[in-house]
């Protein structure tokens, strides 16, 4: 099944829960592992900054089943086990840019970048993407969409060279 682009409505944050992946090794998990098709995520985030491709954007997603999301969302993953370790600095530039192309793309507002765990409403089982990850603090982070602080040659150079 295909994500059409008004479908795409949540970016749903991870954490690889392993302290050192490529995005070969998530797919080998999940493809082998798991039986699943392909990768569950869209984007990988390496703790360098380093942004991999997944699934395409416009493939239904298989990173968090709750509330359908799968089916209105693109997952972005990082790289560590969050429950142990912040991301890095290079790993949150990288985040900021990403989501700033993804939200100019896609028109999500910053309300609607969550955490897996925050679709599982409360679910005390469920931490990622970690403990070490405040998502009201991620968002606050971003400047609202339309503000003066993005900047637009800046988002459409980092966009051609990850191809989305």
Request: one cysteine or more; a negative charge.
């Amino acid at each position: 099944m295909r994500l059409l682009k008004e479908d795409i409505r949540y970016l749903v944050i991870h954490t690889a829960a392993s302290r050192e992946a490529s995005i070969e090794d998530i797919t080998r998990w999940h493809v082998e592992e798991r039986g699943w098709s392909d990768v569950g995520y869209h984007y990988y985030i390496r703790k360098d900054g380093e942004i991999q491709k997944g699934r395409e954007d416009d493939q239904v997603g298989a990173h968090c089943k709750a509330s359908r999301m799968n089916y209105k969302s693109l997952g972005i993953c990082f790289e560590g086990h969050h429950d142990h370790e912040e991301w890095t600095r290079e790993q949150e530039d990288a985040f900021e840019i990403l989501c700033r192309v993804l939200q100019n793309k896609y028109g999500i507002h910053d309300d609607r970048i969550i955490g897996h765990r925050e679709a599982y409403q409360g679910d005390p089982l469920k931490t990622c993407p970690g403990i070490k990850i405040d998502m009201d603090e991620v968002r606050s982070k971003f400047p609202k969409l339309g503000s003066d602080k993005v900047n637009p040659a800046r988002l459409e150079e980092f966009e051609s060279n990850i191809n989305i």
